[in-house]
């Protein structure tokens, strides 16, 4: 939290732990009490028949995996019954309260295939990490979005606000129009991080590969100054340096937008490096 101890740890909080897999009986996998169900559990999004990919579980397809697994095929009625199980799992701990303030949260779309209609898709899965206020990550959210866009992430920001998101301090994400718009609307106490390694990758795309390691330092240079007054006058260096390389779009992006990649040099500074990028 700030003021406080950012911990490395990305265990999640009343998350279950991984155990090493072993030989699951029959009994073990229809009670839905096998670890690497588990965790799966906790990876994927609700839905009465659905992953948060939207791929419908084939109870046949699952009697392949668990025989590739395990070595023992269990019958379609099992997969069927514990796919029910499991599903009720899944959405209780989608929707379970989110009790603690979680001063800085990290959101990201990922985007995953999937068949549908014969056709393969791309569906974006929004999802959030907070730090909570012992310094541990935790998964706060997961959602399917149709795609990054206003109503998705208007939606997925409103489901985490009514189960109680609050005390954010700081949102941490690439700059998704969809996102960056509306994120003063459920969180206008929160200022807003854009990450510098999409950021890097932005201006990258308006330079020659054969520039990209000399910039690339030139851009660190600017996050590795003491405070954020230092890293602007940095900046203007960069900028001043990109055009004497004439490359004056990389140099407009540096100086319209790197302020955007500064919010977290106002929050303590054992906290930056872990700031600064989701």
Do not use: C
């Given at each position: 939290p700030p003021g406080g101890k950012l911990s490395p740890k990305t265990a999640h909080q009343g998350g279950r732990g991984r155990?090493?897999?072993?030989?699951?009986?029959?009994?073990?996998?229809?009670?839905?009490?096998?670890?690497a169900l588990s965790d799966q559990a906790e990876l994927r999004g609700g839905g009465?028949?659905?992953?948060?990919?939207g791929r419908r579980f084939c109870p046949r397809r699952v009697e392949d995996i668990t025989e590739a697994l395990w070595g023992a095929k269990v019958s379609?009625?099992?997969?069927?019954?514990?796919?029910?199980?499991?599903?009720?799992k899944i959405e209780e701990w989608r929707m379970r309260p989110i009790n603690e303030e979680h001063p800085y949260v990290f959101v990201d779309g990922v985007y995953l295939k999937r068949s549908w209609g014969g056709e393969v898709q791309?569906?974006?899965?929004l999802v959030a990490v907070g730090v909570n206020?012992?310094?541990?990550?935790?998964?706060?959210?997961?959602?399917e979005g149709s795609r990054e866009d206003k109503e998705s992430w208007s939606n997925f920001l409103r489901y985490l606000k009514d189960r109680g998101l609050k005390g954010v301090r700081l949102i941490i994400s690439d700059k998704c129009l969809g996102l960056y718009e509306i994120i003063g609307d459920f969180f206008p106490e929160a200022k807003w991080q854009r990450c510098v390694v999409h950021w890097y990758r932005n201006v990258f795309n308006l330079c020659?590969?054969?520039?990209?390691?000399?910039?690339?330092?030139?851009l660190k240079a600017i996050h590795a100054q003491e405070d954020k007054?230092?890293?602007?006058?940095?900046?203007?260096?960069?900028?001043?340096?990109?055009?004497?390389?004439?490359?004056?779009?990389?140099?407009?992006?540096?100086?319209?937008?790197?302020?955007?990649?500064?919010?977290?040099?106002?929050?303590?500074y054992e906290h930056w490096t872990r700031l600064r990028t989701n």
């Open positions: 155990s090493e897999t072993s030989p699951a009986s029959e009994s073990a996998l229809r009670n839905g009490d096998h670890p009465s028949d659905r992953d948060v990919s379609p009625s099992t997969v069927s019954d514990l796919n029910q199980k499991i599903y009720g791309n569906v974006s899965v206020q012992d310094g541990y990550r935790e998964i706060l959210g997961v959602a020659p590969w054969k520039h990209v390691r000399e910039i690339a330092a030139m007054e230092a890293a602007r006058a940095k900046a203007v260096l960069v900028e001043e340096k990109l055009r004497r390389m004439k490359l004056e779009k990389a140099a407009e992006l540096v100086e319209k937008s790197v302020e955007e990649t500064l919010s977290y040099m106002d929050f303590p």
